[in-house]
């Protein structure tokens, strides 16, 4: 049974955890003053040493993004914090920023240092306002303490930080459409090459990292990479939040090493809602691949996940039991993608708007066998054939329901319409009235 | 010419090897096997974006295949590439089959009613890339159609692709990003910000790359299937910078005009005028039929050998002068310049008829005629200079094309002038505010490298010592320096010799050699030694009565340089008109001759380069005959013929005359004039012509004039405070010919403090028929 580690939630229970005092209490900016006297090469190594990878779903290692950031070539550099967190399922960061948002700045300072930069963004997603008031309190208590301005920690360097809110865009996770919709224009992912650590930002070399990524830094550096990296499994180094919701008894954050499996975080969190079972899950939000009880021994790192036929993503565990109607889980999440699409490229702007017409006509009972075979079909045209991972997204919902439960598809065909009572898979319905 | 050396990359498409230059997109390398991948988004003037995913293809680079199909048209070729596409790869097939079939869902499929249909890409593709039948059976996205987005563009929002060519087009070519893609996913949408319309010069280039129906013109719209329409290869008669052209016409009715492929010079780019002004070939006013004065004073339908015989017979042994204009083909020109020596037995030919100046037609002699600057000169150039020249309002293609150098590489432009232009700001001029008059300070005062290019406007010439300061300032520097006209006629008409200082192929009338030249060439015993008068000298004889006739080519007396001393000699001359519609001069004149229009004729246009723009008739069923020909009917009637039956005659003639290879007139500089002394409401008026304004050649096509600039007098805010005005404030600004009033806009920095700007020919603001001066004159300006 493996155990939970929490680091970055280990004081959210604590009245002042979000405060400078309440952070400074469990060592807070230490490791900003620590890595501030190590020469930046230095800290990028750590950090490369310490094999943390990015948490905001692509598991890309951390110190050698840092590293790809040209050095010497006179031009400006940027961090900036993607804290648009909006994957269906995904809940993580916004509760890490409310109640412990000055490990971020802490990170950001760190990270700054390490990169070359003077000036650090966080572009936060604008539906949560209260979470960007935590956000900017801490920043603005930073700036009063010196360790954001102008001679951060007495070291001689120089650092602006500032708290961009988004106007509410999915497509601004995507680092691409974060930068240009950051300089001020609609968020629609760019054309790679160049990539954002040669022309990121106002086209200076950038770093674009996620919350939880750069959170992770201070412990690291505080800590030490070999205590970092002896958490987690060969490849997926460290502990890490796992967001879990849906048909459990206690949802929430779980904050445990790479690798634990969710029959253990099911385990921690008192299992799925009382008198039902496990239908299906994501392991990483609504845009990987969806997994069945099968599955819940798969240890929950970037490679278990991937062998297993999903993603890890953002660690976001979606739990379904046996009420839940697949294809209505399924249409919800297409008419997400729909609503979502930037609408740059065809396969993603076309297929979406379809997908949802023919999801719709099924779940309503108008549709037909064949129709499944045009979803997967149309899966097929758009998966691996959209501008970026947004149109992957919005298939693999689609694509691995159908595999795991084709019969369920049928039913609301022969049935002519859904055989399942959406009320009983609410929360608010009874433990009874399910099933 | 090119000594550049070029990187070549080999890389195989579809089993065949190709070395194209590093840097080439696959696309375009599989374009040059003949192979044709589908496309919407790509444009190879454009940036890539890679947004319609119709171009995917399979990729291996030394052996490492890309785990998924690529958008040929973002890749670029790299060594040990493999590319297949749909012919030999499945996957890459059914990917862009897909893609089109996605394409299709939202498209209302209504191209028996579009005017894109049997020339669109997207049907054209979906029959080559698409399904027989749809697997769609949801509903479609709808939109309200059409919308205008400005007076001359509609949209139909649910025939768009989203391709994102018109808003690239507007951002990256012409600097105007007037249109942008609003909104999200399928409900993305081109649109345009309320308060500021797409009411940009280029914008009719969106409607021709436009893949799709959702971009038309509005004066095209529903006129036409492109099945119907019989296209000439043509070229612009709007303006110098001679744009290659297609003319569309169907049962010999011009219904429309598109850019032409060239890419030495318009790309594949024009300008709303070139594109939308052609309605004035049409127009109600045309003249057909030759017309004579009779006794009574009324012009009076005449056959031909009638109208012939009583243009010779005012003509024979009268001491008569030629008036061409800026508009007339090489040929015609030729016709006009030969007809003068020939028939007439003078040297007073003048093809401007302008505001003019010695000191310009010694420049021309000694400067321009043997010149030939280009459009490559531009892309290589390290700085320009801009005198007296607007490039976006008085050669819209040079414009582009420095805007594409700015963009590409930061190309430092520097314009002396004494307004700052919307085009100068897009160029990111260095602004050299000079008063009226005091161009040629500023000019010697630049500081250029021998691969800098000067570019020098028809507007020099009315500011004395500007043009001597430019040859200066060239010589001192080594800097190339291009005379860039307004009109389309000029460069050809200043070759064929149609000016009063040189013979054809620049022969300097002066020079005996050159006379025994031509004249051997003609077949006539001698030609007139002596320089011939200007245009306004020769205005100025008719009225002192040492002159008694005029022959005049489509000119507009009111360009002249004091219009009311124009209206007078033509009104006192015996005068032969030849002229397309009636106007100022058909209204006096005593033989009024029709002429061919561009569409109805062959010809050659010569652009600023000196390139030549041949172009044959559009419109064949066309009766009227090019001028020459008209001109040659004259001559014979006068015994004196000119032998030029014909357009490919005179072409001919010309030709074999080749270029004078003797001694060039030396340039005489001048000296500028001395500043007028100013009194408190008085002001150096100032003025250019826009691009679209009330000029006769765009006369009936109300969409195209929707989208022209506004009209307003621009002061500085010191002379605002001192006449105690604001923006939008009336102001009348007058002399002793007459008075404009018109809303003033306020512009720090944009003018001097001395001057005063106004548009030459716009809508309520024609100043020189109502104020007989254009550029340093003084003028009053005060509140109204």
Redesign the interface.
């Known amino acids: 049974m493996t155990a939970l580690t929490p680091v970055l939630s280990a004081h959210w229970d604590e009245e002042d955890s979000f405060t400078m005092a309440g952070y400074k209490r469990h060592g807070g900016y230490k490791a900003a003053a620590k890595a501030l006297k190590m020469e930046p090469d230095a800290v990028i190594q750590l950090v490369k040493d310490s094999g943390l990878r990015g948490r905001g779903g692509a598991g890309f290692p951390t110190g050698m993004k840092w590293g790809f950031i040209p050095q010497g070539d006179n031009k400006d550099h940027y961090l900036v914090v993607n804290a648009d967190e909006s994957e269906p399922g995904t809940c993580k960061d916004m509760p890490l920023l409310l109640a412990n948002p000055h490990v971020l700045v802490e990170g950001i300072i760190i990270a700054s240092y390490a990169i070359r930069a003077k000036y650090a963004f966080i572009y936060i997603r604008g539906e949560v306002a209260h979470v960007a008031r935590r956000l900017q309190q801490a920043i603005e208590d930073a700036y009063a303490a010196g360790y954001l301005g102008k001679n951060v920690f007495k070291s001689g360097q120089d650092l602006e930080l500032v708290l961009h809110v988004g106007a509410g865009?999915y497509?601004c996770g995507e680092e691409t459409a974060l930068l240009d919709s950051l300089e001020g224009y609609?968020g629609q992912p760019r054309?790679r090459p160049p990539f954002p650590a040669i022309a990121g930002l106002y086209a200076r070399p950038t770093v674009v990292n996620n919350v939880e990524s750069i959170s992770s830094v201070p412990a690291i550096i505080a800590n030490g990479p070999e205590w970092f990296s002896a958490m987690g499994t060969e490849k997926s180094k460290g502990m890490t939040l796992y967001s879990l919701s849906g048909h459990v008894a206690n949802p929430g954050q779980f904050e445990a090493p790479l690798g634990i499996t969710l029959r253990e975080i099911l385990e921690l969190a008192g299992g799925v809602r009382e008198g039902h079972q496990l239908k299906f899950w994501t392991p990483g939000g609504s845009s990987t691949p969806i997994f069945t009880a099968d599955q819940l021994d798969t240890p929950l790192d970037y490679e278990g996940v991937a062998a297993a036929g999903s993603m890890l993503g953002t660690k976001a565990l979606q739990i379904f039991d046996e009420t839940t109607c697949v294809v209505r889980a399924v249409l919800r999440w297409t008419e997400f993608y729909?609503?979502?699409?930037?609408?740059?490229?065809?396969?993603c702007?076309?297929?979406?708007?379809?997908l949802v017409?023919?999801l719709r006509?099924l779940e309503n009972g108008k549709g037909t066998a064949a129709d499944l075979d045009?979803l997967l079909?149309?899966c097929?045209?758009?998966l691996?054939?959209?501008?970026c991972a947004l149109g992957d997204g919005a298939t693999s919902s689609i694509s691995s329901s159908i595999k795991h439960f084709r019969d369920e598809y049928i039913a609301h065909v022969t049935n002519a319409g859904c055989p399942f009572d959406s009320h009983a898979s609410t929360l608010f319905a009874s433990a009874k009235a399910g099933a | 010419m090119s000594t550049d050396v070029v990187d070549m990359i080999t890389v195989i498409v579809d089993g065949f090897e190709i070395s194209v230059p590093k840097g080439t997109l696959v696309i375009r390398a599989a374009e040059k096997l003949g192979i044709q991948i589908p496309r919407f988004c790509d444009h190879p003037l454009l940036d890539p974006v890679g947004a319609c995913r119709q171009c995917l293809v399979d990729i291996e680079i030394n052996g490492r295949a890309f785990p998924k199909p690529q958008a040929s048209c973002t890749i670029p070729v790299e060594p040990g590439m493999i590319v297949k596409t749909q012919l030999t790869s499945p996957v890459a097939e059914k990917a862009q089959k897909g893609v089109m079939e996605l394409l299709l869902i939202n498209h209302p499929l209504d191209c028996p009613v579009c005017d894109k249909g049997g020339e669109c890409p997207l049907q054209n593709q979906a029959m080559s890339t698409g399904r027989t039948e749809s697997r769609f059976e949801g509903t479609k996205r709808t939109f309200e159609k059409p919308i205008n987005i400005s007076s001359q563009v509609l949209l139909d929002r649910e025939r768009c692709v989203l391709c994102a060519r018109c808003t690239r087009f507007s951002d990256q070519i012409a600097g105007d990003p007037f249109i942008t893609l609003n909104e999200r996913g399928a409900l993305q949408q081109v649109g345009i910000y309320e308060k500021q319309p797409f009411e940009s010069y280029f914008s009719g280039n969106v409607v021709q790359i436009c893949p799709v129906g959702a971009l038309t013109g509005a004066s095209y719209r529903f006129h036409a299937r492109p099945f119907d329409l019989v296209s000439t290869p043509s070229a612009c008669e709007h303006c110098a910078a001679g744009c290659s052209m297609r003319t569309d016409v169907r049962r010999g009715k011009t219904l429309r005009r598109l850019a032409g492929d060239d890419t030495d010079v318009n790309e594949e780019w024009n300008c709303d005028k070139g594109r939308w002004a052609f309605k004035y070939v049409t127009a109600a006013d045309r003249i057909t039929q030759p017309m004579v004065r009779d006794a009574s004073g009324e012009l009076q339908v005449a056959s031909w050998p009638e109208a012939l015989a009583a243009a010779a017979a005012g003509l024979q042994d009268k001491r008569a002068a030629v008036l061409v204009g800026g508009r007339v083909t090489l040929e015609d020109a030729y016709g006009y310049s030969k007809f003068a020596r020939v028939a007439l037995g003078t040297n007073d030919i003048d093809f401007r008829s302008r505001i003019t100046s010695d000191e310009e037609r010694d420049f021309l002699a000694s400067t321009v005629v043997d010149s030939a600057p280009s459009y490559r000169d531009i892309d290589r150039a390290d700085s320009i200079l801009l005198v007296g020249f607007e490039p976006e309002e008085e050669s819209p293609i040079v414009f582009l094309r420095i805007n594409r150098q700015v963009r590409k590489r930061s190309l430092k432009v520097t314009t002396i002038g004494t307004k700052l232009s919307i085009g100068a700001e897009k160029l990111k001029a260095n602004f050299v505010c000079v008063a009226p008059g005091t161009e040629a300070q500023a000019v010697a005062a630049q500081e250029l490298t021998d691969k800098s290019i000067i570019l020098v406007g028809e507007r020099a010439s009315e500011s004395a010592g500007t043009l001597s300061a430019v040859v200066a300032l060239a010589q001192k520097s080594g800097a190339k320096l291009a005379w860039i006209p307004r009109r389309a006629g000029e460069r050809g008409a200043l070759n064929a010799g149609a000016i009063g200082n040189l013979l054809p192929g620049g022969r300097p009338v002066t020079d005996a050699a050159a006379r025994v030249d031509v004249a051997a060439a003609w077949g006539v015993d001698s030609l007139p030694a002596a320089v011939g008068r200007s245009s306004s000298e020769i205005f100025a004889a008719v009225n002192t009565g040492t002159l008694d006739a005029l022959v005049i080519g489509g000119i507009d007396p009111v360009d002249a340089d004091k219009s009311h001393e124009a209206i007078s000699a033509i009104k006192k001359a015996f005068v032969v008109s030849l002229e397309i519609r009636e106007s100022a001069v058909t209204k006096l004149a005593d033989v009024v001759l029709p002429v061919a229009a561009i569409t109805e004729k062959s010809g050659t246009f010569v652009n600023w380069e000196g390139r030549g723009r041949n172009f044959e008739a559009a419109v064949v069923e066309s009766l009227n005959r090019s001028d020459v020909r008209i001109l040659t009917m004259i001559s014979e009637k006068l015994g004196r013929s000119i032998a030029l039956p014909t357009v490919s005659s005179a072409a001919k003639e010309f030709a074999s005359l080749g270029k004078w290879d003797g001694a060039v007139s030396a340039f005489v500089p001048v000296a500028p004039a001395n500043a007028p002394t100013l009194g408190a409401t008085d002001a150096l008026l100032t003025s250019w012509r826009r691009l679209l304004d009330a000029g006769s050649l765009q006369d009936g096509e109300e969409n195209l004039a929707g989208t022209a600039r506004q009209t307003v007098i621009v002061i500085s805010p010191s002379r605002a405070q001192s006449i105690g005005v604001v923006t939008g404030d009336a102001v009348r600004v007058s002399n002793s010919h007459g008075a404009i009033v018109l809303p003033v806009l306020v512009e720090a920095g944009a003018i001097h403090d001395d001057a005063v700007w106004m548009p030459r020919n716009s809508r309520g603001s024609h100043i020189l028929a109502t104020l007989a001066v254009a550029n340093g004159a003084v003028v009053t300006v005060v509140k109204d």
């Open positions: 865009a497509i609609r054309l729909k609503h979502e699409s930037c609408g740059k490229c065809t396969p702007r076309e297929g979406t708007w379809w017409q023919i006509d045009k079909d149309l097929e045209n758009i691996g054939r959209s501008f």
